[in-house]
């Protein structure tokens, strides 16, 4: 320690070059921190690989056209078409994921933080949340099936006689909603429980009633985290493959069932982006990489904003803080 | 005509007693759901168990064919074949689990201490958004850059002619592999136990760490010996949820990892590595149409319970380490 350091008054915050440099240590201990520097180095070249080579792809195979014709099938990349059905695909998917999970999630964080009795079920609730989290994706897709194809259900999807065929885009939503429901849940009641108990007391001092509480002030404080909680939700739900594949049904265009015109959409099966990358990969059925590369650019696309969405979001949250 | 008294005695219709009633009966509903795909699943699965016995998780024939044979006994609705003994997808799913797990955790623990102590500011600036990225791009990009850059990569530039002549007359080497699906897994599972690990080194308090480098130990010392050691639960945590999303990647996976159900054996030397296998997730993804099949469905029901069972477990019991780490926010 220079003397310097022990005259210093005691008051003062440690300068930025206090702690001290690598150059002390010992080899061992330069060595672990090369690694370290190594591996972070790693992991954002890792990121920056994926990115630029989407990028690059992207721009060479994507043409404007593509987004707006519908897959066909065909041999050439001149004859399948582009993806414009699976991008609609996506949006219901998402919405619909997300008017499911949304309300319920919200719920379900609400009852948790502001209620919460029996004590045993808010347990039982939190460790199932847990394990939802958990859950692989391609169990849901199966478990969705068993439950849709069940004949009570029959009126979610197409059907012929008895027979139940159980993929649709209203199970595909469903099962969807379960996989953004964690994400919901949790950040919900982490805003929930940012916000101080007095916040709470005040309201009930001037006769309102707990739940009256929760709708006018509880959830608008913490609708932040809520959205936050949605993209992430909506991001999952997005970029989920196994579910899509096996209860959407296989086929790339969308295929209404029935004449109605939204409820045949949402009764009938179709496409997403991701299970279009699915089939056009080498391993899958229509085999067209570069249709493959132009999809995979845009959902990466759709992916990264959604990202940046959160980062706003969480720059805003951290600017409102409660007084003390 | 209206009773006055009505406005004051009847509760209004979403008094506070029946909005904590009906909140807590969604509650209990999304519970009775998730409980009910459980017994759903398993109790779909059982016929499978049942007819094989403990042998359903042993060796023995060739799983591919044992499928085959299930399906077409299905098909021609006769007597239903139900031998499925699923050794080699479930050696496989050990193999690039447990390796994209041991190499996502020595990976990760270093970027989570050098994100939390040792980066400089602009590093973490930039170490925060592509952790997350890394994290939010979905399976089946990773899958998709595995398939047409990775495996060709492997199949011809890694794997030399004399590796692939040596194993021809048991498999063909192109470079679908265990180490393609290792590889990519690690860098999927990897976001998720660094958050989880800085999370937890971040928590543990200042002065524990100021202790000890009152002491005269450096910082690099103090933060493994105090700082790695206090956020032991987190990095069981961490690493048993990644464990968890790990086990149920199947999109990826169904695309790198060749689709065989065949057993790689390390005793053979280096080359297991090369040699393509099928974990238990993209079995199913990959028979999905044999569900028409009575008992090749009640197998893929009883892969999927085999799943969510583990799958269950280890987010349990990653909850559970995680929680003594909350008595630091108090400390």
């Known amino acids: 320690m220079s003397g310097e350091a022990l005259t210093r008054p005691a008051v003062l915050p440690p300068r930025k070059g206090a702690t001290e440099a690598s150059s002390t240590w010992s080899r061992m201990d330069r060595l672990g921190l090369a690694i370290c520097w190594l591996l972070g180095v790693l992991f954002c070249a890792i990121a920056a690989a994926i990115v630029i080579f989407m990028m690059v792809q992207g721009i060479k195979y994507l043409r404007p056209s593509l987004l707006v014709t519908s897959p066909t099938a065909g041999f050439s990349e001149s004859q399948t078409g582009g993806f414009l059905d699976p991008l609609i695909g996506t949006v219901v998917v998402a919405l619909l994921g997300l008017a499911i999970a949304l309300p319920l999630g919200v ?105 009256a509480t929760i709708r006018r002030i509880l959830l608008p404080t913490a609708r932040p985290s809520v959205i936050t909680g949605s993209m992430l939700g909506l991001g999952r739900i997005i970029g989920d493959t196994a579910i899509i594949v096996v209860l959407l049904g296989a086929t790339l265009t969308t295929n209404p069932a029935g004449g109605t015109p939204v409820l045949g959409v949402l009764k009938g099966t179709g496409s997403t982006l991701t299970s279009f990358i699915y089939a056009n990969s080498p391993t899958g059925e229509a085999n067209q990489p570069t249709k493959a590369y132009a999809a995979a650019f845009v959902l990466l696309l759709v992916v990264l904003a959604l990202n940046l969405c959160v980062d706003l979001i969480g720059r805003r949250r951290k600017a409102v803080t409660w007084s003390s | 005509m209206h009773d006055p008294l009505l406005f004051e005695q009847r509760p209004h219709w979403w008094s ?78 050990i193999l690039i689990v447990g390796g994209a797990a041991a190499l996502s955790f020595v990976s990760s623990l270093f970027v989570a201490v050098f994100v939390v102590e040792f980066a400089p500011d602009w590093m973490k600036q930039i170490l925060h958004p592509v952790v997350r990225l890394l994290a939010s791009v979905p399976s089946v990009i990773y899958g998709l850059l595995g398939v047409l850059v990775l495996v060709p990569f492997i199949g011809n530039h890694v794997i030399n002619q004399a590796d692939k002549a040596s194993v021809s007359h048991i498999i063909s080497l192109s470079g679908y592999s265990l180490i393609a699906g290792v590889l990519i897994l690690t860098v999927m599972i990897a976001p998720l136990m660094i958050s989880i690990f800085a999370d937890g080194l971040r928590s543990v308090p200042r002065h524990w760490l100021e202790a000890s480098q009152a002491l005269g130990i450096n910082r690099w010392r103090t ?109």
């Open chain 2, 223 to 331: 933060f493994w010996k105090v700082g790695v050691r206090a956020a032991r639960p987190a990095i069981v945590a961490g690493t048993v949820l990644a464990m968890a999303r790990a086990l149920g990647e199947a999109v990826m996976l169904a695309m790198v990892s060749g689709s065989v159900g065949f057993a790689p054996n390390p005793f053979d030397g280096l080359i297991f590595l090369y040699e393509p296998s099928r974990p238990l997730a993209p079995t199913i993804i990959q028979n999905i149409e044999g569900l028409s099949s009575p008992p090749l469905k009640h197998t893929l029901f009883a892969i999927a319970s085999v799943l969510l069972v583990s799958a269950m477990l280890l987010s349990l019991a990653g909850w559970a380490a995680k929680q003594p780490l909350k008595r630091y926010a108090a400390a």
């Open chain 1, 107 to 211: 719920t379900i964080a609400v009852w948790l933080t502001e209620y919460g009795r029996p004590f045993s079920l808010a347990r039982a609730t939190e460790s199932t949340i847990e394990m939802l989290a958990g859950v692989p994706d391609i169990v849901l897709a199966l478990f969705g099936l068993l439950i849709f194809s069940s004949p009570i259900l029959g009126f979610l999807s197409r059907s012929s006689g008895h027979v139940v065929f159980g993929r649709s885009f209203f199970a595909a939503g469903a099962m969807l909603s379960l996989v953004a429901l964690p994400l919901i849940v949790g950040s919900t009641r982490e805003g929930l429980q940012a916000i101080p108990a007095h916040i709470r007391e005040a309201s009930l001092a001037v006769g309102k009633t707990r739940f």
């Open chain 2, 16 to 93: 506070d007693r029946r909005a904590e009633l009906s909140l807590g009966a969604v509650v209990a509903a999304t519970l009775a759901g998730v409980v009910a795909m459980l017994v759903f699943v398993v109790v779909q699965g059982w016929p499978s168990f049942a007819h094989n016995g403990l042998a359903w998780f042993g060796s023995g024939g060739s799983v591919d064919q044992q499928i085959k044979a299930m399906f077409l006994s299905g098909e021609t609705g006769g007597h239903y074949v139900y031998t499925f003994h699923a050794w080699a997808l479930i050696w496989s799913t």
